[in-house]
């Protein structure tokens, strides 16, 4: 199976920061790759597809980039609904799909 | 717009088999290619994929679940199920079921989870 890596598993910041999330891969897995934004009591939510593809209704302050094993979920300036877990998950080749760890992203 | 909506036992006990039922409204389970998945997460923990089912009844399954994972679907019903057979406190979970939804491009397909149900909690007890 790959092997999904986040980092950090936590962050604090303030409203209006930028905020950066990575996710390894432990193998190229090329833009397959999503990430998910999951509040408390809550069902993940798709934010970013294939990398860097914005989910529809999903603000424009969350970017995604990377290929091949490293990818990044941006935060252009963190919103107080922005406080949630965070999870990357690759969907390359056959199943099993596999997901990060989760980063938390804290108030400050 | 599409909502999945789980149900099942709330507490199973260990050994028994965990059976869940997905309902799919606002669409029809059969338009638009789609696969449909199980996943699950323990409390405090990250989430897990269970396996998926096309209408065609065809399924991939977790390894590490595989021999204990059965899934079904009745179009008829616009559902589709989870059996978890000899299950054991580790397989104490919120259970979602998940649309995956696809962008193809001649063979490239990107899959991912989108909606999801609200999840459901499973607890194995005796």
């Known amino acids: 199976d790959i092997q999904m890596t986040q980092s950090p598993p936590s962050l604090s910041a303030s409203v209006g920061d930028r905020v950066t999330i990575t996710c390894r891969a432990s193998?190229?897995?090329?833009?397959?790759l999503n990430w998910y934004q999951q509040k408390p009591g809550k069902a993940p939510k798709v934010l970013i597809y294939?990398?860097?593809s914005l989910q529809s209704g999903v603000p424009s302050r969350f970017s995604g980039s990377g290929s091949g094993t490293d990818f990044t979920l941006t935060i252009s300036s963190l919103q107080p609904a922005d406080f949630a877990t965070y999870y990357c998950?690759?969907?390359?080749?056959?199943?099993?799909?596999?997901f990060g760890q989760g980063t938390k992203v804290e108030i400050k | 717009q599409v909502q999945l909506q789980e149900s099942g036992p709330g507490l199973v006990k260990p050994s028994q088999t965990l059976s869940l039922t997905c309902t799919v409204s606002?669409?029809?389970?059969?338009?638009?290619?789609?696969?449909w998945s199980w996943i699950r997460q323990p409390a405090g923990k990250g989430l897990e994929w269970i396996g998926r089912?096309?209408?065609?009844?065809?399924?991939n399954y977790n390894p590490s679940l595989k021999s204990r994972v059965t899934m079904s679907v009745d179009t008829s019903k616009n559902q589709f199920s989870l059996k978890l057979s000899s299950v054991t406190a580790a397989d104490t979970a919120v259970y979602y079921c998940?649309?995956?939804?696809?962008?193809?491009?001649?063979?490239?397909?990107?899959?991912?989870?989108?909606?999801w149900g609200q999840g459901t909690l499973v607890t194995v007890s005796s």
């Open positions: 294939a990398a860097s």
């Open positions: 193998q190229s897995i090329s833009t397959y």
């Open positions: 998940a649309r995956q939804g696809h962008d193809c491009s001649g063979t490239n397909c990107y899959y991912w989870f989108d909606p």
């Open positions: 998950q690759h969907c390359y080749g056959t199943p099993p799909w596999t």
């Open positions: 606002g669409g029809s389970i059969s338009g638009g290619n789609y696969y």
């Open positions: 089912i096309y209408t065609s009844g065809s399924t």
